[in-house]
Nanobody
């Protein structure tokens, strides 16, 4: 059984940085696509970034430059580094995983496995 778990959400000051991690367990395939989604105030869920087993990265255009996604050192793990955070970035951040996502990386229904989320709060 696949399990996804995020960590690293925290309270940070506006303009600060934060790095979060996502780890999976029970993943038996070598191919994967993992992504970060977020639920922030005044918006529905939105895709943040993804990376797949080939190293292909995708970003929401509005976040590119401030957010960087990378593979973690653990197998099938994911890192999200965020900088220049503002209160608008506050919310719940979720990690999701699937076998392949391609150009559909931003569609939440592509992902079959989700973490419980980790909260990011950016103070003004």
């Amino acid at each position: 059984q696949v399990h996804v778990a995020e960590s690293g959400g925290d309270l940070v000051e506006s303009g600060g940085s934060l790095t979060m991690s996502c780890e999976t367990s029970g993943w038996t395939r070598t191919d994967f696509c993992m992504a970060w989604f977020r639920q922030v105030s005044d918006k529905g869920g939105e895709a943040v970034a993804s990376i797949d087993s080939d190293g292909q990265r995708n970003y929401d255009d509005s976040l590119k430059g401030r957010f960087t996604v990378s593979r973690g050192t653990a197998k099938n793990s994911l890192i999200l580094a965020m900088s220049d955070l503002t209160p608008a970035d506050s919310g719940m951040y979720y990690c999701a995983a699937t076998w392949a996502c391609g150009r559909a990386w931003a569609a939440s229904n592509v992902y079959g496995y989700w973490g419980q989320g980790t909260r990011v709060t950016v103070s003004s």
